[in-house]
């Protein structure tokens, strides 16, 4: 089974503060993502990456940066927290839709429990 | 940008009963996939069809698609209350990112 951890489940910190959000997968997936859920505005996208070092934004790229040194980690870092990004973080992954040539697409994201972030 | 809407936004039902809720996406598609989610945790993937198939089934799931009509709905009998939960649809955008709807919340009484 594919598992994707994510480095806590509750994290509160204070504006201004670095805050790193760490997410593992042990599947060899080529693409990782970044997501924020918020009631009413369902998941958004916030960065992705489809490689080491490789890192697209996403819709909300603001105030969010990442990193992805090796294949299974990806992280998200905001640079100085603020209570607008109090929210619930979550990560997937992904193999690239075309995994093998002729083979059918699949984008099957398979998800983290979930950080959920509160910024004082 | 927004391409799949789930329809209703809230479901509650006896346990037993079917729960049915659809999904409406706007551009042409090669897959749509539908997920779950508890209160609090990640998503879940539940099933995925494809642009050439009409209907599948997976346990009490049963999954349409009219591209026709872009729309796809989720069908689950016989519901209990462990379904409980959120439930989303989700098709691939032009990249390799998934788009996903703001979900149904699903509430399945005892």
């Given at each position: 089974d594919v598992k994707v951890t994510q480095s806590s489940r509750y994290l509160v910190k204070r504006t201004g503060e670095k805050v790193f959000l760490e997410c593992v997968q042990d599947m060899d997936h080529e693409n990782m993502f970044w997501y924020r859920q918020d009631p009413g505005l369902g998941l958004r996208l916030i960065y992705f990456s489809y490689d080491v070092k490789m890192k697209e934004k996403g819709d909300i790229p603001e105030g969010y940066s990442v990193s992805r040194e090796k294949k299974e980690r990806f992280s998200l870092i905001l640079e100085s927290a603020s209570t607008n990004q109090t929210s619930m973080y979550l990560c997937a992954s992904s193999f690239p839709?075309?995994?093998?040539?002729g083979a059918p697409r699949t984008d099957t994201q398979y998800f983290g429990p979930g950080t959920r972030l509160t910024v004082l | 940008s927004q391409q799949g809407e789930e329809d209703p936004q809230a479901l509650s039902i006896q346990e037993g009963e079917n729960a049915t809720m659809n999904c409406s996406y706007k551009t042409s598609i090669n897959n749509l996939q539908w997920y779950r989610q508890n209160s609090g945790r990640g998503l879940v993937h539940l099933i995925l069809i494809r642009s050439n198939e009409r209907e599948k089934h997976s346990g009490r799931l049963r999954v349409t698609l009219d591209t026709s009509k872009k729309s796809s709905s989720l069908l689950i009998t016989a519901s209990r209350a462990a379904d409980t939960a959120s439930y989303f649809c989700a098709s691939p955008s032009r990249s390799e990112k998934l788009v996903f709807g703001k979900g149904t919340k699903l509430t399945v009484n005892p």
């Open positions: 839709p075309y995994r093998a040539q | -």
